[in-house]
């Protein structure tokens, strides 16, 4: 895939799935109405923020790397290679991890219950989705290059160091 209908093609897929499960679906749960319950709350709401902008810059970063590799992160028009540079050196799921960031600091912001519980079924369902459908496929489209990256870079919680692949077996998307 060229790199011009890889950006498109992302560009459009970004707005449409994180775009839903960071905006619209947040907007829906909280109307975006800040609570300030506490007194003092103003500390919470302002970790909320930091939150929310760290937790948007792996999405972002993963996104850019799969256009770098010719291809979208959506599972209709992969990469033909594994992606392991950027923020996937530290996690195998940085966008997941990422959008959760932002909705734990959304539900601090906005002071919500709501999005705390919409935070874990934005885990879950990914997971399990990574589990049973992106594993199994990665392992047989890369066999021993992607056991060999799953076995050093943790699902869910980032490596303090980034991984590096040189000498493993992996090839660094461009």
Do not use: D
């Amino acid at each position: 895939m060229r790199r011009s209908r890889a950006a498109l093609g992302s560009a459009a897929f970004f707005v449409v799935a994180p775009g839903t499960v960071v905006g619209l679906i947040p907007w829906l749960i909280t109307r975006w109405e800040p609570h300030q319950p506490w007194p003092y709350w103003m500390v919470a709401q302002v970790i909320g923020v930091g939150l929310i902008c760290v937790g948007l810059v792996p999405p972002v970063a993963a996104f850019v790397e799969f256009v770098k590799a010719g291809g979208t992160p959506m599972p209709l028009a992969p990469t033909q290679r594994l992606v392991v540079s950027g923020f996937n050196r530290y996690l195998r799921n940085p966008m997941y991890f990422g959008l959760v960031l932002v909705i734990l600091g959304q539900a601090l912001l906005f002071a919500s219950v709501g999005l705390l519980v919409y935070a874990a079924i934005a885990w879950a369902v990914p997971a399990a989705f990574v589990r049973w459908y992106e594993e199994p496929t990665l392992l047989r489209q890369f066999g021993a290059e992607y056991e060999t990256y799953r076995r050093a870079v943790p699902a869910w919680w980032p490596r303090p160091r980034p991984w590096n692949p040189s000498g493993h077996g992996a090839r660094r998307a461009r």
